[in-house]
């Protein structure tokens, strides 16, 4: 396993909490709470893998806790395992009704709760791995559309609260269909892989996307840049791309393979992600082709 997991421990008795801290600090990282206010506060902060959580605390029960973590998008993937003294098969069904993960009864065996602890965390981390793979696109190993589309769900909402410009741009290879026809699919792969490695040296903050779209077109997301720097970006990659020099002997523009781009910056104004966010970026794409390829056109700048 390689990342450390993190396992939200709840229960109202400190000992409880920190027998448990005690059983489970061996496979991962632990953190406590002791009441259902504090877990909630916790869940959604710091996102851990898996919370055991006990069900009867004062103030808030378990019950309660989970059906609030349940309604949370931020909170209510994380597993949960219910602690509890309670062992009637009528409590178990009622704590896995709620959307527990498993039951576990007190006085607990400890190496039973340590199995049962690491197999939930093992079952995490092969679902993390799988949805890593359904976001990644195959060829070029960065992010695929749908990672695409979800960042930008996520950055437009961002971007909505804090009043920040989101830039979005669009890149595609110029006459990359007289290429593959030229030389062949294998080595017209070769070249999206070795754009895709251009592309990612300028991830260079969190926030910032880098995806394969689609075909030979690439989406770069860049959160809180301004329309002047996005350009500027735009032009270092079109610059890194001619620099590579890699030979295209099927295009009019130059003697190796060049890129278009074109962009847009918003200050998005609410939730609902604006269609003309992407049909400006695609509008000055087609304008940076139409005005000869090789050249970067960001919306509003530099035409
Ligand atoms: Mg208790």
């Avoid at 939930?120 to 070029?140: F, G, K, Y």
Wanted: with cysteine.
């Amino acid at each position: 396993m390689n990342a450390v997991q993190t396992v939200l421990v709840v229960d109202d008795e400190k000992q409880n909490r920190m027998l448990l801290a005690e059983l489970i600090k061996d496979d991962c990282r632990v953190i406590l709470a002791k009441n259902g206010q504090q877990a909630i506060e916790r869940a959604r902060e710091q996102h851990p893998d898996l919370i055991l959580l006990d069900v009867m605390m004062p103030e808030m029960t378990g019950y309660v806790v989970i059906q609030a973590l349940k309604q949370d998008d931020e909170t209510r993937r994380i597993p949960v395992i219910f602690i509890s003294a309670l062992d009637s098969p009528a409590d178990e069904e009622r704590g896995l009704d709620l959307g527990a993960v498993d039951y576990i009864t007190k006085p607990f065996h400890p190496s039973i709760v340590r199995k049962r602890v690491r197999n939930h965390l093992q079952s995490v981390h092969q679902r993390n791995l799988l949805e890593n793979l359904a976001m990644i696109d195959s060829l070029t190993e960065i992010a695929n559309r749908r990672r695409y589309d979800e960042a930008l769900e996520t950055e437009w909402r961002r971007a909505t609260r804090t009043g920040v410009p989101l830039s979005l741009m669009i890149v595609d290879v110029d006459h990359f269909k007289a290429y593959n026809d030229r030389l062949g699919h294998a080595q017209g792969d070769d070249i999206l892989r070795r754009i895709a490695r251009t592309l990612r040296v300028f991830v260079r903050r969190p926030g910032d996307l880098v995806a394969r779209y689609g075909g030979e077109e690439f989406v770069m997301l860049l959160p809180n840049v301004e329309a002047d720097a996005a350009l500027d970006i735009a032009n270092e990659i079109r610059i890194a791309v001619e620099t590579l020099q890699l030979p295209h002997p099927a295009s009019p523009v130059a003697p190796w393979v060049t890129i278009s781009l074109g962009g847009t910056t918003m200050v998005p104004q609410e939730g609902t992600i604006d269609p003309d966010f992407f049909k400006q970026a695609d509008n000055t794409l087609y304008a940076a082709k139409e005005a000869g390829r090789n050249r970067a056109i960001w919306h509003g700048e530099g035409r």
